[in-house]
């Protein structure tokens, strides 16, 4: 293949290299904005509500001092995203000239969750969570420019200038032990330690400069390691008030590491890594009667500052444009949610989460993959009393549907303008709604 075809697919393909790697449940960008069926309910209001351990645990260790029963939990969630892309090369392109729009043919996603409070007899309480917090499985189709003279310029094969079919497989697990102190009656700090483990495959791998048949594969699943730390306090002002802060570091991951080949045969190795953000947030929750909570959270998410999010657009590695990064901005979410006891038994639930949106327009190319764009979501839920220790919870949740759109950026390769600015005419837009059904077990002791 000559060097001009290797430029060209550089052009449409490296540039959304790390897209692949992102997590594609995509609700707070890619931090899911609720995790077991009782928070996800809520709307993932969760930092004061001392509600069930699996939320508990995982939005404010020290709001665990406030549950009023240790609680053993087991939750599943069926997480179900509908993506696609289009795209636009205009004739000034050289060589193309097509649209089209390509669905992604991967729908749902199982997210397993665990979580275990302990009480002591004592001011301490203990606490655990194994969440998957992170996840997707992305399966593109590609398109025969010889049955398809004008089609999407991305999904025809590399020997054309595109991708052609794409597949990437991405999960994360976090655990998190845990120690709340309760100072006093009204005020408890807490601490725990973050676990973090994943695993990715993905084909083609763009992230890495092609040779002269094209970008080699990552299908060989790599896995890391990670770390971090969460600290969280809570304050009960008055009984039927109490207030929470929450810090979680970001999580600091090893490199993924591939031993592959090209699609000529030659062997090849690289490696690419991907950290966690950095999540402050802030969280109060009120009974106006004792059936009746309301909970609210503010949450800030950083991107700017995580490795494999903070840079953004190409760079030159060896001789050919690379992806350096995501190039996602720091975002803030709200997090609004209800209970409402209609018997001792029966627990209704509600609520709504608002995230801002990540990725600005001149980065949705290079996000094709990582489409993190949703953010107006609407939860129900509800949970019954089976016997006076065991409940059992369900929730849903819609997250509408959005798009947004910004232009192929050119690799600054000869007969393209300048590397890193808009290729005149060009567009690309993502689309993105989510649906996801869950189930908690709880039995308290």
């Known amino acids: 293949m000559h060097r001009k075809m290797i430029r060209k697919r550089n052009i449409l393909a490296a540039s959304i290299a790390l897209a692949y790697a992102a997590p594609a449940l995509a609700t707070n960008g890619h931090v899911l904005h609720g995790v077991g069926s009782i928070n ?10 001392s509600i069930d351990a699996i939320g508990s645990n995982h939005n404010n260790v020290s709001s ?23 795209a636009t090369a205009p004739t000034a392109f050289p060589g193309v000239s097509a649209s089209g729009t390509v669905d992604s043919e991967t729908r749902e996603s199982p997210i397993p969750s665990m979580g275990i409070v ?29 049955t398809c003279p004008s089609c999407n310029p991305l999904a025809v094969p590399q020997s054309a200038g595109g991708f052609g079919s794409i597949y990437a497989n991405y999960q994360l697990l976090q655990m998190t032990p845990s120690a709340s102190y309760q100072i006093t009656p009204n005020w408890s700090v807490g601490a725990g330690v973050n676990i973090d483990w994943s695993s990715l495959a993905v084909n083609p791998f763009p ?43 970001p999580q600091w991951f090893q490199d993924f590491e591939w031993n592959s080949q090209y699609p ?26 004792p059936e009746w909570t309301l909970a609210a959270d503010v949450k800030w998410i950083n991107y700017s500052n995580t490795d494999g999010f ?17 190039g996602w901005e720091d975002i803030w979410t709200v997090s609004l949610g209800t209970q409402y006891m209609a018997s001792p038994r029966l627990a209704l639930r509600a609520g709504y989460n608002y995230g801002q949106n990540p990725i600005k327009g001149d980065q949705q190319f290079f996000n094709v993959f990582a489409p993190a764009i949703v953010q107006h979501h609407v939860s129900l839920g509800a949970g019954y009393q089976l016997t006076k220790n065991l409940a059992l919870n369900a929730a849903f949740y819609h997250v509408f549907e959005n798009e947004e759109s910004g232009p192929i950026i050119s690799s600054g390769a000869p007969g393209f303008p300048p590397m890193n600015t808009a290729v005149p005419g060009s567009n690309v837009t993502n689309k993105l709604s989510e649906d996801s059904v869950s189930m908690q077990m709880q039995f308290k002791f």
């Open 207 to 249: 992230a890495t400069p092609p040779n002269a048949s094209g970008y080699p594969d990552a299908l060989h699943t790599a896995t890391a390691w990670g770390w971090g730390f969460t600290l969280g306090t809570t304050y009960k002002p008055m009984p039927n008030l109490a207030l929470g802060l929450s810090f979680k570091s």
């Open 118 to 146: 302990y009480k002591t007899n004592s001011p301490w309480t203990l606490g655990f969570t194994a969440l998957g917090i992170g996840g997707f499985g992305v399966d593109y189709p590609g398109v025969n420019p010889a």
């Open 64 to 86: 665990t001092s406030f549950m009023d029963q240790s609680s053993v939990e087991f939750g599943f969630e069926l997480f179900i995203p509908d993506r696609s892309y289009s």
């Open 40 to 49: 996800q309910s809520m709307g993932g209001a969760g930092i004061a509500t």
């Open 310 to 326: 903070e840079k953004k657009n190409f760079a030159v590695v060896n001789g050919a444009p690379v992806v350096q990064g995501f």
């Open 264 to 289: 000529d045969g030659t062997p090849t190795t690289f490696k690419f890594n991907l950290d966690y953000p950095m999540i402050i947030g802030g969280g109060l929750s009120y009974k106006p009667i």
